[in-house]
């Protein structure tokens, strides 16, 4: 599968999620055959702070250098320490804005980016720079979080909500397989909303979809392991969470599509809630790469 992914971007910021996702970088491109680019993104000082004087100007120009040299050294450092031959680029400014340029100027074909966690106001309202760069990166971003042991990809969990997109999920869903040699699951959850059926209701609709998710599966390429799954959850967030992370998934890949701005502002899509609450790292398909 050499080319499916010529070249990651590794989004750096030293702390232990950044150094996870570094991992996982390197997990991929070994498999790929990928380079990659380790980026920094020192914080400036908005425009305002300039119009001081020229000796506050000065000095404010001084830290900003001072912290580039000083990130730069450390990516050197990580680079020696862990022999990882990545190209090291510093940048100032907002880390999701110097994140998606960095990605168009190197043409890079994923992002890496570790997964802090966050209040619940953050959740709802801001969300984290991990999902500002998916609502605009131009790639896939692999994000993940801080877990124990080195990167596997037995499993992969693909969710689908029986929409034009899914067939682009499922596509970089046999390419990840086949390279790292996974096994996949197409998976559906029969969101309920706090509804009230019967069993035997509930049991019909279940029986449908996943009759419906079998037909999909025939036209699945030969040589991967794959297995279908419907449920019934509140919601397909926490349907799809709660189902990974029971069953043991090695990674979610999945597409954050068809959600309309106002909605995605106020709420996130079902794929950003995912990265907010689980545990599991989750290849995300952004809404660039969605449409075929």
């Given at each position: 599968m050499a080319g499916f992914l010529k070249k990651i971007l590794w989004a750096a910021d030293f702390s232990d999620e950044s150094e996870e996702a570094l991992l996982y970088a390197q997990a991929f491109a070994k498999v790929f055959k990928a380079r990659i680019v380790a980026l920094n993104?020192?914080?400036?000082?908005?425009?305002?702070?300039?119009?001081?004087?020229?000796?506050?100007?000065?000095?404010?120009?001084?830290n900003v250098k001072r912290s580039?040299?000083?990130?730069?050294?450390?990516?050197?450092?990580?680079?020696?320490?862990?022999?990882?031959?990545?190209?090291?680029?510093?940048?100032?400014?907002?880390?999701?804005?110097?994140?998606?340029?960095?990605?168009?100027?190197?043409?890079?074909?994923?992002?890496?980016?570790?997964?802090?966690?966050?209040?619940?106001?953050?959740?709802?309202?801001?969300?984290?720079?991990?999902?500002?760069?998916?609502?605009?990166?131009?790639?896939?971003?692999?994000?993940?979080?801080?877990?124990?042991?080195k990167p596997s990809?037995?499993?992969?969990?693909?969710?689908?909500?029986?929409?034009?997109?899914?067939?682009?999920?499922?596509?970089?869903?046999?390419?990840?397989?086949?390279?790292?040699?996974?096994?996949?699951?197409?998976?559906?959850?029969?969101?309920?909303?706090?509804?009230?059926f019967s069993q035997q209701v509930v049991d019909k609709m279940l029986q449908s979809l996943l009759k419906k998710l079998r037909r999909r599966k025939k036209g699945e390429k030969a040589g991967i392991k794959i297995g279908e799954e419907v449920i019934r959850a509140v919601n397909a967030s926490a349907g799809i969470v709660d189902y990974a992370e029971t069953n043991n998934y090695d990674l979610i890949v999945t597409s954050t599509c068809a959600q309309r701005k106002l909605e995605r502002f106020f709420l996130g899509s079902t794929t950003e809630k995912v990265i907010s609450y689980t545990h599991i790292p989750v290849f995300a398909i952004p809404p660039a790469k969605c449409v075929r």
């Open positions: 993104v020192v914080l400036g000082f908005p425009p305002s702070f300039y119009d001081s004087t020229y000796m506050v100007r000065e000095e404010l120009v001084k580039r040299e000083e990130a730069k050294k450390k990516l050197e450092k990580i680079k020696k320490a862990k022999a990882v031959p990545f190209k090291v680029v510093v940048k100032e400014g907002s880390p999701s804005k110097r994140i998606i340029e960095t990605a168009e100027e190197e043409k890079v074909d994923l992002i890496a980016i570790g997964k802090r966690g966050m209040s619940a106001i953050e959740k709802l309202f801001i969300g984290s720079v991990a999902n500002q760069v998916l609502r605009n990166s131009p790639v896939p971003v692999l994000i993940t979080k801080k877990r124990i042991g990809f037995k499993k992969i969990l693909v969710p689908t909500d029986f929409s034009a997109q899914e067939e682009v999920e499922r596509d970089y869903a046999w390419k990840l397989a086949k390279g790292f040699g996974s096994e996949i699951t197409l998976f559906h959850v029969l969101e309920l909303y706090g509804h009230e």
